[in-house]
């Protein structure tokens, strides 16, 4: 009801002979045009349809106008220094660019400079307006990236032109993107220190223990193809390469607090230089945590946790574990047997009282009933011997450490699967790695920071302080 009294007073109310009377006189135009299409009997989708089919002329010009009511003088600004050389410039005229915004589309106007001396040309409204170098705008780059992160180009294409009335297509989405995440880093991505700690300061209230932070690491593939290779014909033979990642978060009595996640196809050392950022930029103060890392049995992720968490505590993923433990009883017992249950049960309930030794004693001293079995009763004690002191689960759960690593397998993929393992879908590194940097700042809940970030770097670059031209 506010609304509708809102644009009634803004009709009725006396106007003055400016950019509202012109906007008015427009928008009666319009309106007068659409209701006659509409028909005198339409159903409201008619109506909506035509509206929106108009949608972007009407925003389109709202904006417009709003920016010259913002701007009058640079918009009808004569003379000028030049910000060279300080020589006084005359305007070259107005001349004519096209801009495509989220809200509507509208043909710019505006005053052109041009310095014979510098040879240096210029548009004062461009700068003031902060407009992008192309035709499409921040905003629709914006929304370009966050669907190319979700959806396939093409389907992304559709998405934009359905949702906008716009089209913007699936080629320039893609380039958009890659403009976007190039550059980012793992601290790019992250909440700043500031909002990390406040919800440390969160999760410490009340609480007599030091609240627990936990790292989790782990590795899923993703299908990649030779870089570069053409757009159409034969692109070379793909095959999959292991995306490693991590994910950091706290753990509140049944829920956990998720903080940072980061995830790309890379190699374990690529891997070691994120974390090692992460602990140098100091978000999460040692002292004022208890650190656990949990992963499953891959050698990388031990070796580098030792680089740079040493003093962390360690848990192997129980279900990786109850794995082996499994293929080890199949072997000895016969699959699904009861026999293999038993024992299956039986080890596990010893791991839980921190009896790993035993464990791995008994193996020693068990007569395998076949070849297969002798072969897994030996993989199972280097396993079970590597693992010791991560494999004490009744002491991890009585401390309210988590010791399934399922926080990190959903990480995996919402970050990675959802976006990269699509039908007859096939990415160079660079294009898979850019994804999953924006699918990472989603999940970490800083996509609109590094939006902001971009555009003004770009921004930078196009419109430099004029004390340095």
């Not at 009666?28 to 035509?50: Q, Y």
């Not at 089209?167 to 980012?184: F, N, P, R, S």
């Not at 890379?266 to 208890?290: H, M, S, W």
Request: charged content about 30%; aromatic content about 10%; some cysteine.
């Amino acid at each position: 009801m506010g609304q509708a009294l809102a644009i009634s007073n803004f009709f009725s109310a006396p106007v003055e002979r400016d950019w509202r009377s012109d906007l008015l006189v427009f928008l009666s135009e319009l309106l007068a045009r659409i209701e006659i299409v509409a028909g005198e009997f339409a159903m409201l989708d008619e109506i909506t349809k035509s509206i929106f089919e108009n949608k972007s002329e009407i925003l389109g010009t709202i904006a417009l106008e709003i920016s010259r009511k913002k701007h009058r003088d640079l918009f009808e600004q004569v003379y000028i220094d030049c910000p060279k050389c300080s020589k006084c410039l005359k305007t070259r005229g107005d001349k004519s660019r096209q801009v495509e915004t989220a809200a509507g589309n509208f043909e710019l106007l505006r005053p052109y400079f041009y310095c014979s001396d510098c040879h240096y040309g210029f548009y004062p409204v461009d700068r003031a307006l902060g407009l992008s170098t192309g035709t499409k705008q921040f905003d629709v780059q914006d929304i370009e990236a966050w669907l190319a992160s979700e959806l396939p180009f093409d389907t992304a294409e559709e998405a934009y032109k359905r949702c906008t009335g716009n089209v913007a297509g699936k080629h320039h989405i893609h380039e958009v993107t890659q403009d976007i995440a190039g550059e980012l880093n793992v601290l790019d991505v992250c909440p700043s220190r500031d909002e990390l700690l406040s919800k440390l300061e969160n999760i410490e209230a009340g609480k007599f223990r030091r609240p627990i932070l936990m790292l989790a690491l782990d590795g899923a593939h993703a299908p990649l193809r030779p870089e570069p290779s053409p757009r159409s014909g034969k692109r070379g033979k793909g095959n999959w390469k292991e995306s490693k990642g991590f994910r950091f978060y706290f753990v509140d009595s049944e829920r956990i607090i998720h903080l940072i996640s980061w995830h790309q196809v890379q190699t374990d050392k690529e891997l070691t230089i994120a974390l090692q950022a992460i602990k140098d930029a100091n978000f999460f103060p040692e002292e004022r945590v208890r650190l656990c890392v949990i992963g499953d049995g891959a050698p990388w992720i031990w070796n580098r946790i030792k680089e740079i968490y040493p003093n962390a505590k360690e848990v192997l993923d129980y279900y990786h574990c109850v794995e082996h433990l499994h293929d080890f009883a199949h072997a000895q017992y016969g699959k699904g047997s009861v026999k293999a249950r038993e024992w299956v049960e039986a080890t596990l309930a010893r791991l839980f009282h921190n009896q790993v030794k035993v464990v791995i004693s008994g193996l020693k001293r068990m007569k395998p009933k076949t070849d297969d079995a002798a072969k897994e009763i030996i993989s199972l004690q280097n396993y079970l011997k590597g693992h010791q002191h991560r494999v004490n689960y009744g002491t991890a759960r009585r401390g309210g450490y988590h010791i399934g690593s399922g926080a990190i397998e959903s990480a995996n993929k919402f970050i990675g699967h959802v976006r990269l393992k699509r039908s007859g879908a096939w990415w160079y590194r660079s294009f898979a790695n850019n994804i999953l940097k924006l699918r990472c700042a989603k999940y970490n809940g800083t996509y609109d920071r590094i939006i902001e970030k971009h555009k003004e770097k770009k921004r930078a670059e196009i419109y430099p302080p004029l004390r340095q031209l």
